[in-house]
């Protein structure tokens, strides 16, 4: 390295959609790289919009289009997060973007009205159908989402400032909640915190375990390409309110 130069950076970009996700994975996925090299630094930013943080579900959000989606991603991840951490886009080795599938495939036949449902004005998903007293909103959330996933998957790179950078898409189905812990329908925000927080304390400091328990668990997509994989999950039927993932593609990638 020549004198005066900065040092290469390995920062891995992994968006996730809730804190659940992130008490859940961010631990886990960190010490998974470190043991591959330690030079490298997991960053799990959240979407900054007009000054605010909040998680939320970017490819169903109200005006996001496959036109723009690309555009937003760097707008509301990447803009206030390179400027915080002092990093620029070259420093980015990746991008991976870990999404809930939420039954976005699915027929709007299967669609069905039902007054609150889990009695708390909240969306059920069961595995053929789902519950909700909005049907209109599921159904126009469904298909925002759908173009959305189609055209993200698509991808392998995404452009930040005037770098592109190599991008890939992960899903759990229906919900990272339903995979991991076969429970689709966790109520309270108070629960989705303990259970992440019980699968980060007994996987964080084994990363192998972690990958063995994903690979074993059912409804991993484990003799499939990632193509292959994306292909399955958005097939209109009941495949994406199953429990389905494909995040072992990551762990064989890396």
């Not at 043991?35 to 109200?62: A, C, Q, R």
């Amino acid at each position: 390295m020549k004198k005066g130069q900065r040092p290469r950076k390995k920062v891995v970009v992994i968006l996730v959609e809730g804190p659940s996700e992130l008490r859940a994975l961010s631990n886990v996925l960190s010490a998974l790289y470190d043991s591959i090299d330690p030079d490298y630094e997991v960053f799990f930013p959240n979407m900054i919009e007009d000054g605010d943080e909040h998680w939320g579900d970017l490819t169903s959000k109200y005006g996001i289009v496959p036109e723009k989606i690309e555009m937003c991603i760097e707008k509301l991840y990447f803009h206030d997060f390179l400027q915080i951490n002092k990093l620029y886009p070259k420093d980015i080795t990746e991008i991976i973007h870990i999404l809930d599938m939420d039954g976005a495939y699915i027929d709007d036949s299967c669609i069905q009205h039902k007054d609150n449902p889990l009695g708390l004005d909240k969306t059920y998903y069961a595995e053929d159908k789902i519950l909700t007293d909005n049907v209109p909103g599921i159904v126009e959330r469904n298909a925002r989402k759908r173009a959305n996933i189609d055209y993200l998957c698509s991808l392998n790179k995404i452009k930040i400032g005037s770098k592109s950078i190599p991008y890939s898409a992960y899903f759990f189905s229906s919900n990272l909640d339903h995979f991991l812990y076969d429970e689709a329908n966790v109520i309270s925000g108070k629960e989705k915190v303990r259970l992440a927080e019980d699968f980060s304390m007994q996987y964080a400091c084994d990363p192998d375990e972690f990958i063995t328990v994903i690979k074993e668990t059912p409804g991993v997509l484990m003799n499939m390409t990632y193509d292959e994989s994306w292909a399955f999950i958005r097939e209109r039927g009941n495949h994406s309110l199953e429990r389905h993932s494909n995040i072992n593609q990551l762990f064989s990638r890396i």
